[in-house]
T-cell receptor
Framework: GAGVSQSPSNKVTEKGKDVELRCDPISGHTALYWYRQSLGQGLEFLIYFQGNSAPDKSGLPSDRFSAERTGGSVSTLTIQRTQQEDSAVYLC?????????????FGSGTRLTVV | AQSVTQLGSHVSVSEGALVLLRCNYSSSVPPYLFWYVQYPNQGLQLLLKYTTGATLVKGINGFEAEFKKSETSFHLTKPSAHMSDAAEYFCAVNTGGFKTIFGAGTRLFVKA
């Protein structure tokens, strides 16, 4: 696609429920990143996918968080048993390859509210 | 380890005045440096980047930034603020690995 697409744009869920957030990167971009943006804070790295390699999950805050990327394209971030502290904007970004000089193209994010 | 510090969570300027957003980084190796802008309810958009070469880099919307190694700084400037510049700005650093570290952001307010 022309840009990075994320869905849903907004999600309100009850504490304890599971949620799935979707990211569709730019076609041909092999690198995909998930970041979390909490109110008044910067971007917190969550996970990185590069092609068909095993993802780097070093930023996932707990085992309630997981992510997958199917066919080297679409990615889904899953949060199980959501907690109020999970409320944030979840941003997905992609880049043409592992090279870091290109910068990222970000989606508009999913605003998650846990009530 | 690399890190980024943005001085001032909020900056307010008058329309037509100079915009200066400060960014200092920490890195043990030559860094790649970026500025991103985020408008309300949107993702981040790349404004400009420094990788190698000329230390003064120009970006979109009239913004520019200068890499000063001796000061470990990468401040963002624009000579004359416009109302449409009101947004949040993020400085970011990468040292060649896959992970880019972002600052906490500076919200720019532009007064008429």
């Amino acid at each position: 696609g022309a840009g990075v697409s994320q869905s849903p744009s907004n999600k309100v869920t009850e504490k304890g429920k599971d949620v799935e957030l979707r990211c569709d990167p730019i076609s041909g971009h092999t690198a995909l990143y998930w970041y979390r943006q909490s109110l008044g804070q910067g971007l917190e790295f969550l996970i990185y996918f590069q092609g068909n390699s095993a993802p780097d999950k070093s930023g996932l805050p707990s085992d309630r968080f997981s992510a997958e990327r199917t066919g080297g394209s679409v990615s889904t971030l899953t949060i199980q048993r959501t907690q109020q502290e999970d409320s944030a904007v979840y941003l997905c970004a992609s880049s043409p390859n592992r090279a870091t000089t290109d910068g990222y193209t970000f989606g508009s994010g999913t605003r998650l509210t846990v009530v | 380890a690399q890190s980024v510090t943005q001085l001032g969570s909020h900056v307010s300027v008058s329309e037509g005045a100079l915009v200066l957003l400060r960014c200092n980084y920490s890195s043990s190796v030559p860094p790649y440096l970026f500025w991103y802008v985020q408008y309300p309810n949107q993702g981040l958009q790349l404004l400009l980047k420094y990788t190698t070469g000329a230390t003064l880099v120009k970006g979109i919307n009239g913004f520019e930034a200068e890499f000063k190694k001796s000061e470990t700084s990468f401040h963002l400037t624009k000579p004359s603020a416009h109302m449409s510049d009101a947004a949040e700005y993020f400085c970011a650093v990468n040292t060649g690995g896959f992970k880019t570290i972002f600052g906490a952001g500076t919200r720019l307010f532009v007064k008429a």
